[in-house]
């Protein structure tokens, strides 16, 4: 099935968010009063053993509403946009917001702004024909194949606008497409794996053939895998490999998977990073940006209450530099200037830089085959899963490789080797990085982040015991 007139949709929001607004003013009697409206459709095809085995699409519209009575706020959202499902709503927020505390940091809305544009919605994405779609996947279908291989994965994009209006004349809206291909093949009862994964924002950054090209060749290498002592090894990471690892850099499991980069959560204490700045936390060839405006970054520019976002140096060669902040942070910090990274209020959780930009002085390699080149004996990395947070403050996360690790030597891979799990400091990772590749992206999970990200050569990754898995 292909989107039904995504272009449409999107004229139609604006009026039906002015519809909504005036509905939701009738009912609020006087509160002041914020509305979200969202549209996300979704296309996707999934395949396995060989097989389509699924064609979904579904659009899901929701409302979200926040009102301010009486120093009070609260917020209710609703997937049902009839005029009484959303005076429920309304009544609902109204209700909520009567029966909590007054809050101390509740500010007046925020009035009107100006944004920098960006240009995220790609029609030739949002219209991509099924048919070309499956055409790709009956492409790595056949090659697995050919191969004695089983092909499965997704093949998934979308198509999200959003508008935002509030009674102190702000209106902002974001329309933008992505999506992503990821893709494994395998054999031996899933022992012999390989597995790629592209994303995109335009569907023309999408090289569908090379992500299968990839795949196969990774589970054509991986097989046979010999034994491998657990120990620190120096490794290639390839670039999409690390995502999930990464998550952890910014918020931290132990205090509920809150940010660490905000300035709320750093003077309340709840930050591995609290007490730190101007320390240097990282190699002097690291820096972390926040950048919604990098040309592979997604999603809008202004933040959960309509600020406009600033690009913000984080780390800069290896020294905590900034934090994200907000109105709130503003109001409270006599040193605080708001930033642009407010989650939508009322927020317990503090702000949240979720366009993060990696990089890395010196040479940038092509690829992370290139990285291999430079690594005399360690191993090679195309996967990192099952992650989780052992030590917040030093950022210690636990794992396992998955879908092919090989061991090199003298810049060439001479084996593959049976998956390892290890214990791993990201602060430590991040101070021994000696090269790195071409950034690329990663649509993440947490507050619609995305990571633009390289693949890495780092020394003295520590690996704490083979996987039986």
């Not at 009070?72 to 609703?78: D, P």
Request: glycine share 8%; net charge neutral; aromatic share 8%.
């Amino acid at each position: 099935m292909t989107m039904k007139n995504p272009v449409m949709e999107g004229s139609k929001l604006r009026e039906e968010a002015h519809q909504i607004f005036d509905w939701v003013k009738s009912f609020a009697k006087g509160a002041e009063i914020e509305i979200g409206l969202g549209t996300n459709i979704n296309e996707g095809l999934r395949f396995g053993n060989n097989e389509l085995s699924q064609s979904q699409y579904s659009r899901r519209r929701a409302l979200s509403v926040r009102v301010v009575t009486n120093k009070r706020q609260a917020r209710a959202t609703t997937g049902l946009l009839a005029k009484n499902e959303v005076e429920k709503t309304v009544q609902k927020a109204l209700s909520q917001a009567r029966a909590g505390p007054e809050d101390p940091d509740l500010l007046p809305m925020l009035g009107p702004q100006k944004y920098q544009t960006v240009e995220r919605y790609y029609s030739r994405t949002a219209e991509a024909p099924a048919e070309q779609k499956a055409g790709w996947i009956g492409h790595a279908i056949d090659m697995a194949k050919k191969n004695g291989l089983l092909a499965s994965g997704i093949l998934e994009t979308n198509v999200d606008h959003y508008w935002m209006l509030n009674s102190a004349g702000l209106e902002t809206s974001y329309k933008g497409t992505q999506g992503y291909y990821s893709l494994t093949m395998d054999a031996d009862n899933g022992n012999q794996t390989g597995y790629a994964l592209s994303t995109f924002v335009d569907l023309r950054e999408l090289d569908a053939n090379e992500v299968a090209d990839t795949a196969l060749e990774r589970a054509k290498l991986n097989k046979n895998q010999g034994d491998i002592k657990p120990g620190k090894y120096d490794v290639v990471i390839d670039p999409q490999a690390w995502s999930e690892m990464l998550f952890f850099l910014i918020v931290s499991a132990a205090a509920g998977y809150t940010p660490d980069f905000g300035t709320r959560q750093y003077k309340e204490g709840r930050s591995y990073l609290s007490g730190r700045l101007g320390e240097k936390i990282m190699g002097d060839n690291i820096s972390i940006d926040d950048d919604a405006y990098h040309p592979l970054q997604t999603g809008a520019a202004f933040d959960g209450e309509g600020y406009p976002k600033s690009k913000l140096p984080l780390v800069e060669n290896g020294v905590l530099k900034s934090l994200a902040s907000s109105r709130i942070s503003a109001h409270r910090y006599p040193d605080a200037k708001p930033t642009g990274h407010e989650l939508p209020l009322p927020n317990p959780l503090g702000e949240i830089p979720n366009n993060l930009v990696i990089r890395a002085k010196g040479s940038v390699k092509k690829s992370a085959e290139e990285l291999v080149k430079e690594l005399d004996r360690g191993l090679l990395i195309t996967r990192l899963w099952y992650i989780r947070e052992v030590e917040p403050r030093t950022k210690t996360v636990t794992g396992m490789t998955r879908d092919g690790t090989f061991l090199v030597e003298k810049g060439e891979i001479v084996k593959p080797v049976k998956n390892v799990r290890y214990n791993q400091s990201l602060l430590d990772l991040f101070s021994k990085v000696e090269a790195t590749s071409e950034p690329v992206r990663n649509l993440g999970r947490f507050g619609e982040t995305t990571m633009v990200q390289p693949g890495v050569l780092a020394r003295d990754f520590n690996f704490t015991s083979v996987s039986p898995f």
